[in-house]
């Protein structure tokens, strides 16, 4: 699962804004948690768009706001046939940016958080939107979608937030890709290099949004090989 995750100013978040064609700024934003209104990239007409939106999908059909369902995270695996997710699946796809993501682990006996990121750019999380209400009643939110963990990435949680490249981030924003094309990019990448560090447990209260709590307070761990770009 993706429960929390954070966007910062450094050079491979640029470089992600920078590839998505967008600006984020102000920043940073950190600890981001389910139901804090964020901002998402969607497509509009040609061009990418930047906008904010409140993390835990309100389907369109739903009476309205609601957290007796966790829906801030959707199943790769489901999607397609969710009635929650099948319509935002079809025409209404986002990518998620973010520079880290945070997952607990009890690998040493005891639950930690820790920072996961790509040491080479931002992080282009896919995504789904939708939109309730009408007039100033309107509420777009989004759900990030989640697909079963690569092996080298078990130890710390059994599923992850899925990572496209620059080519799939494009692909999954384009209203012409086809379903089953869509479906294939919904899966964890092995050749990603990804960076995985302890934090302190400062980071375990959502209120918490210092910068400083994404400092590790042991040495980060690469895993997987570095992606060419």
Same mark, same amino acid.
């Given at each position: 699962?993706?429960?929390?995750?954070?966007?910062?100013? @450094?050079?491979?978040?640029?470089? +992600?804004? %920078?590839?998505?064609g967008?600006?984020l700024?102000?920043?940073?934003?950190?600890?981001?948690?389910?139901?804090?209104?964020v901002? #998402? #990239?969607?497509?509009?007409?040609?061009?990418?768009?930047?906008? /904010?939106?409140?993390? /835990?999908?309100? =389907?369109?059909?739903?009476?309205?706001?609601?957290?007796?369902?966790?829906?801030?995270?959707?199943?790769?695996?489901?999607?397609?046939?969710?009635?929650?997710?099948? %319509?935002?699946?079809?025409?209404?796809?986002? #990518? #998620? =940016?973010?520079?880290?993501?945070?997952?607990?682990?009890?690998?040493?006996?005891?639950?930690?958080?820790?920072r996961?990121?790509?040491?080479?750019?931002?992080?282009? +999380?896919?995504?789904?939107?939708?939109?309730?209400?009408?007039?100033g009643?309107?509420?777009?939110?989004?759900?990030?979608?989640?697909?079963?963990?690569?092996? @080298?990435?078990?130890?710390?949680?059994?599923?992850?937030?899925?990572m496209?490249?620059?080519?799939?981030?494009?692909?999954?924003?384009?209203?012409?890709?086809?379903?089953?094309?869509? +479906?294939?990019? +919904?899966?964890? %990448?092995? @050749?990603?290099?990804?960076?995985?560090?302890?934090?302190?447990?400062?980071?375990?209260?959502?209120?918490?949004?210092?910068?400083?709590?994404? @400092? =590790?307070?042991?040495? %980060?761990?690469?895993?997987?090989?570095?992606?060419?770009?």
């Amino acid at each position: 699962m993706c429960g929390r995750y954070n966007i910062t100013d @450094d050079p491979a978040t640029r470089l +992600l804004m %920078e590839i998505l064609g967008i600006d984020l700024s102000p920043l940073p934003l950190v600890n981001i948690a389910p139901t804090e209104v964020v901002p #998402v #990239v969607r497509r509009a007409e040609s061009a990418n768009e930047v906008a /904010w939106m409140r993390w /835990w999908l309100v =389907p369109s059909w739903s009476s309205g706001p609601s957290q007796k369902y966790a829906m801030f995270n959707a199943r790769c695996e489901s999607v397609a046939q969710s009635r929650a997710f099948r %319509e935002p699946f079809r025409s209404r796809r986002c #990518v #998620v =940016p973010a520079s880290s993501f945070i997952e607990w682990s009890a690998r040493s006996g005891e639950k930690h958080p820790y920072r996961i990121r790509d040491p080479h750019c931002g992080l282009a +999380l896919a995504g789904l939107w939708d939109c309730w209400g009408q007039g100033g009643q309107q509420v777009e939110s989004f759900a990030i979608i989640t697909c079963e963990a690569r092996a @080298d990435f078990r130890d710390w949680h059994h599923r992850m937030p899925v990572m496209l490249n620059a080519k799939g981030a494009d692909e999954w924003l384009n209203q012409a890709t086809g379903s089953a094309r869509l +479906l294939s990019l +919904l899966q964890a %990448e092995n @050749d990603r290099e990804l960076g995985v560090a302890r934090l302190g447990k400062g980071i375990n209260q959502a209120r918490n949004k210092s910068a400083e709590l994404l @400092d =590790p307070v042991e040495e %980060e761990l690469l895993i997987g090989a570095n992606r060419a770009r």
